[in-house]
């Protein structure tokens, strides 16, 4: 039988169990190609990258996406609903624990590991961008919102495009 | 049984005239492929682009880079030159230099330490001349004729221009100014006109495509107002827009140059465009903030192809350079260098930045290029090494025009092709 | 050196008599692909199977699929008939359409919107006639001589049975019924006699094997119940059932036709066959909840192949087409279509999902099928060129019969192939 | 030092718990071709199918594997121990946290993400299937048990075969 | 709205959230190369292996890396910075969700599913060691220590070399 | 077009004396690999590693291995005795042997239940006299000519030594005791006495080069002292050792013998060599905690490397066999199988286990091996088929040497190799 060993704060389980609960809805969304749930995830201001590590871990400033505020969200969402011509494909998301690195109760940092395997339709699912993402997040009345979230990945040679946030 | 044609060789007849149909096999063919390595990567008097200067700013810093399907170090030595030197040991050919960038005093081979200097000259070697015992005697070495100078790394022939980095095997090959011709040249120097460059950052991409896609795709000015919205919605690109198509002597370079209108409808060009969006308008005008730069002279759009390894690009306010670097027939990386000039303002950076978001592996207009060249090769393969592509428009024959209506710079460049291939 | 002969190419002969002992070449020798897409699935009067028609119902319904590696695209056109067209662009050879099934009014290649008629005619393209300045110059344009007529969609000779649907790019094929031969028909018709066909829905699976080893699978009636416990062990396939090998004249077409009966032992067919399983029962019956329909007239199972590119599968309840999608010598994409039809109840469908579960890349009867194939590649790879199997069960020549102990239709099917291919 | 922001009930806590903790098993009883412990975390009456995603979002029946109550269950393990002849493999799932989705107190519906990949023994790992599962659970005296799986998965060219549940 | 079912001790939920925190930031030390941060996760008598399925489940003792103590990681840490000649590479942890199979507040054994990713700087990025962590951990007072980790990963046939720990 | 020459066959030529200079080709060329696998691997009486006897001690137990491409079944027979049989069906090719170990009293192929001994004889198959019906009359069969002895699975020859198996498909191979040579042999039984031998498991390695290069590693003293930090720091393997290289007659197979010096500074083999590390120590000493055994009379480390396929190491107390599976011109896998022997106390078994942490894929001195052999066939593969690697240490000539600083076993086996290809 387990002891207790230690308390936690509760506040601290309650962070965790909310930074997760939106990873999981956020990888969702985007799986569903439900873009204006993933847009309601960001805060009005929000910052959006997706960056190779390459460039991140040399600090130039390049990303292969870099957006700012719901505005460009929708941009973006309407060049991949209907200006980019593309062949369709899914995304499948899976994302590891969050690590909540600082939490004031307003503002949270927090960190995590996440994959997406890319499948065009009947065919083979293949992986296709793996990275950690790095965010701040507000505390607000509707939950947790992403004040910024960089997405920083490894597969430094994009298999031809990318189309959809991941 | 009777004997089975193999998929490739001498079969492959390219028997119609011009170069205004280039066969499927052109894009397809393993053996078509090994001759363009050898005849416009490696030789025939062909110069690659390796790297900008801004990347290695400091004696001994040196990146990987390619020229074709060969590794080669990039490398400013110690009086502040530019060496590029073939990344393979010459005893044993291993391709020893694995970090993609750094900084060092000389190359060390790790699997028996031959050493080379930053120019590429062997500076030794372990136990050259054996191992001396106690009683004097020695054991092993290299023979006594060794001579250090025959085992240098592979040089290659290098020039820079205003901040690019070229280098060929080709030793004979001609000066750039030369190489790349009077016509483009000035171009050339329109952007590269000595100014130091900022370094914002490096995309790649993998097209499972044939190499000379991305150069056809360069000098197609008759896609990007039907293919890209945004460049016929948003006036990037139109064929209603002032423009100029201009060529080397050979056909295989070319600028395509062009300057922008407002947009918005325009029968002749935008009717029955299905990619024209009349009432599209951005949620945030920051994505397009075009700023006029005094050195632009007019044209808001300059895309230079330098055949057969790099496009270099001004799109209003965005700057890169886009090496092609093969492998196989049907598949090439390509890496996107995005620049700035030092003096550029922070607003300045932070446009460029913005406006890249229409560039590279998931550009609004960059990224439905490497799509359609995916597309294109499926096309080809699937037909098999018969069937042909059609690029008639504006005519079977080649030269300039000041118009987007045409092909001519895509037969130009196989007009050149032919040549050099021989076929 | 002495000359190192190639893998593939002329030293290949087919030396022994008959079609009993096929050479592992004919699996593994890409130069006899090759040959085998041109001449079985693109000419010599070929039919394949694209599509039902139910998957497509209504105008301007449309959905991909292939002939060979060839991807081709299934429409409905305005007047309720059928299209079969290339999906590769006749401009600069785009395979330009992507989404899998959809509903269009037309074709637009995105590269340069070169727009087709559902029947795969140009319709039109930007700038044909270049654009007009307001100086009334024209710029651009295709030449004069251009002819829309030469320049649209590959169009395929389609001709539906019933609701199944064939396409050629052979324009000189005889019809199906000549095609599929009067042995063969009534065996079809059984199933397609008319009714209208409900879809089940669609899997796929990706087996590593030469295209041919599923055409023998479905022509080997010895294997069944031997491999699949469920077959001898509910007697639904085994070697003391009724049952008829049938053949089109040319040896390629054929039809396994056997009854059901109880099942259990039966010293003749279950002794020593271990995967027999004496006192198998099911925990749930409904797996096997077999129900009689009338136009069964007898037959419990009925296996068509039609060559190179259909099985057609009738077990118990359980219906569906099989499409062979070649790719390589060594590698074939297999995709399943299930289906019922318009009249059946609830229960019907459900029962034929249920029996779904023997089929398809998980099914307890099919799965293996798909192992055993891509370890008869691995046999053949491992051997090199020579090497032959052995199919001489019940003789080494070709005709019917009545009972599944021969390998009769595969000899038949080499005996065709070995003509047509002029090994 | 985190500051508490908005109470959560423990009993989102405990259920989230109880839903990760059996994804967690259940992948490891895959994994691990224990099949008796995997029938056990389903109900007498469980649904389970594994439909590719072109059927499902297409609204077509058909599944690869569709079975239905214990009974079922306990024939496919035979199949897979006993009849199926097939070139063993192991899978490895790493499956991202559940989203629940409704809960209460007596059915659970949740969804998770998930990724198998497959080894043949002596050989290299690939990415095998991907997708997304879509729970229905009661809350019993031994805990949660599935009511319903549907494992909907984006790989729809199945890699050859496809012998044990996913 | 959720109805509370059965309590679960607060202790449980407390040490999941430690092992699970425990493995997201082990993943994450090893993907940023961070290996003291990785050898503090260890008790100073602690085993770490990495071992082959077949090894392991045939109770061959053998291991591709059998380490014991604080000294021997950071002799393989000197080895992966100074001595291992290597082509420096990209490591992507993705572990699910950990089962905790028993926690006396003093001793907890776990185990967890991992997947790592693989990029080669400038190139794609691929699987490259899934497997399964069986670990015996320490409650301290700096929070949970590994005592003991095992690495059973299935990827038998190794991608030629394996020099960071997985 | 003219003729494009392939990038394999006759154009290939060795022109250069001797065999100090080998050609790339000889490491990327297709068809030069595929005439390997048919002269070193299966014919001209060559003998492949393929288990040590301790990996199948009792009567049925099985295992899978390779010889070269080929899959083959080690199995130990009712009378103890080990046949090796190939994996692959005599009916239709099927490689059916999918368990990587086992226990097995017959072999049976799923698909159809040809049953096969232990030895490879087929001891039957279904139907073979046909079904009988009610009536009497017989259905279907196997012809009446039909032979089991012409239909056995292919056999091996056979030859244990002291706990190692070798198996060869050509029967007219000599023993393997000639096989190895005068010179080869006691080295070999030094370490295979006839003790028994435990089994500590095994490791896998994909290396993605030519097969050869591993067996040049292991051939090639020069780089241990110099690539592996450990083996110059410690004194495992330094030029200033002891040592001596024998070869065979043929100069196929070889030994490096060496004896460990305490390590530490020696101007003649550590100046200048930048993987010497001078204040290194371990921070645990278990992992080099070396005893020496008995048995080695002297040599701490030896080498033997049998052509073509396996690599026997003795590295202090650290033992196992390596053996080489080639997968064409550019892969081969690496299995590694440690062992110690039965007479082992507890610690000098967990000493070998600790020891093991310098050897395999994540091996302090082995990790890198497979590194370089990476790079080498990168640098190949860029350069092309012209390029030759320089192996002249000590010399272009082929002979014995009693020190490191060599290349002459690397000499010594590529002149075999010409001989044998006759290139
Ligand atoms: S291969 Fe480079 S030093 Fe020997
Ligand atoms: S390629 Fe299709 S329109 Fe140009
Ligand atoms: S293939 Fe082995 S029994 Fe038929
Ligand atoms: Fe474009
Ligand atoms: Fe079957
Ligand atoms: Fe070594």
Redesign the pocket.
């Known amino acids: 039988m387990a002891v207790r060993t230690g308390a936690i704060a509760l506040s601290i389980l309650e962070s965790q169990h909310r930074m997760d609960q939106l990873n999981a809805a956020y990888g969702e969304a985007l799986d569903a190609a439900d873009y204006d749930a993933w847009i309601g995830m960001f805060t009005e201001d929000c910052h959006y990258r997706v960056v190779s590590r390459e460039n991140y871990d040399q600090g130039l400033p390049l990303s292969i996406m870099a957006l700012e505020g719901h505005g460009m969200l929708r941009d973006r969402v309407y060049g991949i609903t209907n200006t980019l011509f593309h062949s369709p494909y899914y995304q499948r998301h899976v994302i590891g624990t969050a690590r909540i690195l600082s939490d004031d109760g307003r503002t949270l940092h927090a960190t995590a590991n996440y994959a997406v395997f890319r499948t065009k339709p009947g065919s083979v699912s293949e992986v296709y961008n793996v990275g950690r993402y790095i965010d701040r997040l507000l505390h607000t009345r509707e939950g947790l919102k992403l004040q910024e979230r960089i997405c920083v990945f490894d597969s430094e040679m994009v298999l031809n495009s990318l189309i959809y946030p991941v | 049984m009777n004997a089975i044609p193999p998929f490739e060789g001498p079969e492959h007849r390219w028997t119609g005239e011009g170069s205004s149909r280039i066969p499927f096999w052109a894009y397809t063919d393993p053996a078509i492929y090994r001759r363009e390595l050898e005849r416009f990567f490696y030789g025939n008097g062909h110069w690659c682009y390796v790297a900008l200067e801004v990347e290695i700013p400091d004696p001994g810093d040196f990146k990987l880079s390619w020229v074709g399907e060969r590794s080669v170090i990039v490398v400013r030595d110690r009086d502040g030159s530019i060496n590029v030197v073939e990344n393979r040991c010459a005893h044993r050919g291993v391709r020893f230099c694995r970090k993609p960038k750094g900084n060092a005093r000389s190359f060390v081979c790790p699997y028996h330490q031959w050493t080379y200097k930053l120019n590429g000259d062997l500076a030794g070697l372990p136990f050259r001349h054996g191992v001396k015992k106690e009683d004097g005697s020695v054991q092993g070495g290299m023979p006594a004729d060794f001579d250090l100078k025959q085992h240098g790394l592979a040089r290659l022939k290098v020039e820079t221009w205003n901040g690019l980095v070229f280098a060929t095997f080709d030793h004979t090959a001609p000066p750039l100014s030369e190489y790349f011709g009077a016509d483009v040249v000035p171009w050339l120097n329109r952007i590269f006109d000595g100014r130091r460059l900022t370094l914002l950052g490096v995309n790649r991409q993998r097209i499972p495509g044939n190499w000379k896609l991305m150069m056809e ?1 360069i000098k197609d000015p008759y ?2 107002g039907l ?2 919205t945004w460049f016929v919605t948003f006036g990037l690109w139109r064929a209603d827009q002032q423009s100029r198509m201009v060529m080397d002597s050979h056909g295989r370079h070319a600028v395509m140059i062009s300057q922008r209108n407002q947009g918005g409808e325009a029968k002749a060009v935008t009717e029955g465009v299905t990619s024209f969006r009349k009432d599209m308008t951005l949620n945030d005008a920051r994505l397009l903030d075009v700023v006029v730069e005094p050195w632009w002279q007019g044209p808001t759009v300059t895309m230079i192809t330098l055949f057969p390894s790099v496009i270099i690009q001004q799109q209003v306010n965005s700057l890169s350079t886009r090496h092609i670097v093969p492998s196989g027939p049907d598949s090439f990386d390509f890496i996107w260098t995005h620049f700035g000039f030092e003096d550029d303002t922070e607003e300045m950076t932070r446009r460029r930045l913005r406006q890249a978001n229409l560039f590279g592996p998931a550009g609004f ?2 990224a439905d ?1 490497g799509e359609v060249i995916e597309f294109s090769q499926d096309g080809f393969r699937q037909k098999g090494p018969d069937g042909e592509t059609v690029c008639e428009l504006d005519g079977r024959g080649v030269g300039p025009a000041d118009h987007m209506v045409t092909e001519t710079l895509i037969r130009g460049m196989y007009g050149y092709w032919r040549k050099v291939m021989e076929i």
């Open positions: 795709n896609h990007p293919l890209h207009v960059s290029d």
